[in-house]
């Protein structure tokens, strides 16, 4: 054999001998966020690398085996029992849209339902690639295009100065048309993307209105602009007759719920849009969604001509069925042909929270103080419970920034504000301050206190749509009058509860307190009996709030 021979021979031993080329049991993985979703991956089959440590919390998952092409990939994947939340690789197969993504609870993570999206996929356990095999690192790895995907932005906070949630309950019957159900939603996306749609901001769900009313996504779906409107897109025309108020009770009754992302002190809005007439009665489920604390907006459009009157039902339907009949939840547009103009009109009325007449209630539209006796004749252990009787009163309400606001005044001869009603928006901080209020130990001048309480807490306050209360807690009589400053109290619209312990005289607690005496002024012998009274405290709030309503 020749010596050149040999040399080849050689050769093509040796490169038997080296280890396989990297991507040689398969294509490299390529790498992903934990946040890139089906939709970001344009192919029909593909191996992918989540990364490792990702929030199961922040995951966005609709479906369950066959998931929304929506939905986080390694969401899914963790969801399917794929991969744990080390990350690992998964295979990627992208399958034809569907309707109906279930909820289901698996592997940590809760997806969610979707109706309807127009591609889906699934996941199984993918092949390690060379660079997870030999532990180098994945941030480099691209995918087979040479382009990088594009990184999945983070969640916006959203327009901080909207708080609302949003049901927008569009008509998809016969009498709208294909035609104009497509521009409908066209103007449902300008709204949604002028509302400044995040986390911190409005959610908005939709809900079509039809022969039966769907529910398209929910508040919790989706919590940016993007998403919101490639949802609306997706959505697809049913048909049938337009029965909005059988959308709207179902809407009142079934999309405001906490389970589908409903934010307690948020105020609740439907904006529901009628081409025409509506085909049922209105007015009762108007009536429903008041009752569940909703604000009904009308968007009607091309309002039926006097030819059309003898077949509407009840021509008065807007005036029934919005929360308030004052002109500002009603909004009309002549057609669907040049709404640019009527989108910023309408956000503006939106995300005016102030206005949410149906919203408001006894637990989010209140500032209540609580005035303490702090004096010697008290003692440390019975004013810690005095304090857990504040706490039980104050974590009944809705906490906020737009919604009750809650305060603390200690007073003996001195007064000390302990916190006053701007200083704590949500109800965990304001628990907290309460629990760790000191004890001072005095004198007791429950005049002073309330004349100090009227200008220093409730004076910053004067102009707030909230309505205003103070809560007296002593336990023995006053060195001072407090008729005069219990009057001028009730002049400036405080409502006062006196709550008496021990040696409080009964004449004491009934010159402070509200008419009727009796609903407002209450005693009890020992400091345990103040738990008993808490009921009836917040009973006497909502009732009173109710009063000042009507």
Known sequence: MSAAWILVLCLGICLM?????????????????????????????????????????????????????????CGAAIHRGVISISGGPVRIYSLPGRENYSSVDANGIQSQMLSRWSASFTVTKGKSGAQEATGQAVSTARPSTGKRLKKTPEKKTGNKDCKADIAFLI?????????RFNLQKNFVGKVALMLGIGTEGPHVGLVQASEHPKIEFYLKNFTSAKDVLFAIKEVG????????????????????????????????????????????DIEEAGIVAREFGVNVFIVS?????PE???????????????????????????????????????????????????????????????????????????????????????KTFEISDIGAKIAAVQFTYDQRTEFSFTDYNTKE?????????RYMSGGTATGDAI????????????????KNFLVIVTDGQSYDDVRGPAAAAHDAGITIFSVGVAWAPLDDLKDMASKPKESHAFFTREFTGLEPIVSDIIRGICRDFLESQQ
């Open 17 to 73: 001998l080296l280890p396989e080329p990297a991507g040689s049991e398969g294509p490299v993985p390529i790498a992903i966020t934990c946040f890139t979703r089906g939709l970001d991956i344009r192919k029909e089959k593909a191996d992918v690398l989540c990364p490792g440590g990702c929030p199961p919390e922040e995951f966005s998952v609709f479906g369950n085996i066959v998931y929304a092409s929506v939905s986080s990939i």
């Open 171 to 179: 008509d998809g019957s016969f009498n709208i048309g294909q035609r």
């Open 237 to 280: 025309f049913r048909g049938g007759n337009s029965n909005t108020g059988k959308a709207l009770k179902h809407t009142a009754q079934k999309f405001f719920t906490a389970d589908n992302g409903v934010r307690k002190g948020i105020p609740k809005v439907v904006v529901v849009f009628i081409d025409g007439w509506p085909s049922d």
């Open 301 to 305: 459009v091309a309002k039926p001509i």
């Open 308 to 394: 059309e009157l003898g077949m509407v039902q009840d021509v008065a339907f807007v005036d029934k069925a919005v929360c308030r009949n004052n002109g500002f939840f009603s909004y009309h547009m002549p057609n669907w042909f040049g709404t640019t103009k009527y989108v910023k009109p309408l956000v503006q009325k939106l995300c005016t929270h102030e206005q949410m007449m149906c919203s408001k209630t006894c637990y989010n539209s209140v500032n209540i103080a609580f005035l303490i006796d702090g004096s010697s004749s008290v003692g440390d252990s019975n004013f810690r419970l005095m304090l857990e009787f504040v706490s039980n009163i104050a």
């Open 429 to 437: 901080n304001i628990l907290a301050v309460i629990r760790n209020i």
């Open 451 to 466: 004349s100090f309480t009227v200008r220093n807490v409730f004076g910053p306050v004067r102009d707030s749509p909230n």
